[in-house]
């Protein structure tokens, strides 16, 4: 087996981490969670373990679970645009649609570049049958990242608001 030195501390930042672990959490999330929570018994008020796997139980329909990581997530960092978004994706499987939407509206007044944030929002608005505010949400993610994968929920959003509103150049535009 090859080893990989790399000298010095290593030091990634949270986002570089959550990129290159994405693909492998849905074939690996045991034990990704075991990891994570080895190392919050070492460091139990990390900011970014307590996120991450507050994130990943809520993935897993684990929503208490995540929601009591996530809000001692937030009292060390409160302006994390990720944080709010994990606390929206909680609470959305929890039907508290409410407050998930104004989870979502928190992640993307923090970074109004979290293009992700607006796209599930987006999809919780139109469950609500809010197809307008679906489709401005819609057409906000896909501003900021038109070819992204995880945008394809929003082109159906608006394709539906547009039949709806007897528009159906523009909805077959999407």
Not at 23 to 33: D, G, N, V, Y
Not at 50 to 67: I, M, P, S, W
Not at 68 to 79: H, I, K, M, S, V
Request: glycine share 4%.
């Amino acid at each position: 087996m090859t080893r990989m030195f790399v000298p010095g501390p290593v030091d990634v930042a949270d986002e570089v981490l959550q990129a290159q672990a994405a693909p492998m959490l849905p074939h690996r999330s045991k034990e990704f969670e075991a990891l994570y929570r080895r190392a919050l018994a070492a460091t139990p008020d990390d900011f970014a373990l307590l996120n991450n796997l507050g994130g990943l139980l809520a993935k897993q329909k684990r929503e208490e679970e995540a929601l009591a990581l996530l809000d001692r997530a937030a009292a060390q960092n409160p302006e994390s645009a990720d944080l709010w978004y994990n606390r929206g994706r909680a609470l959305a499987g929890l039907r508290r649609d409410d407050e998930a939407c104004a989870a979502y509206r928190k992640a993307t007044e923090i970074d109004p570049g979290y293009f992700k944030a607006y796209g599930v929002w987006a999809a919780l608005e139109e469950g609500r049958n809010n197809l307008e505010r679906a489709a401005e949400l819609a057409e906000k993610a896909l501003a900021i990242a038109p070819d992204h994968p995880d945008n394809v929920a929003s082109h159906t959003v608006i394709a539906k608001y547009y039949r709806r509103s007897k528009q159906p150049d523009r909805a077959l535009a999407e």
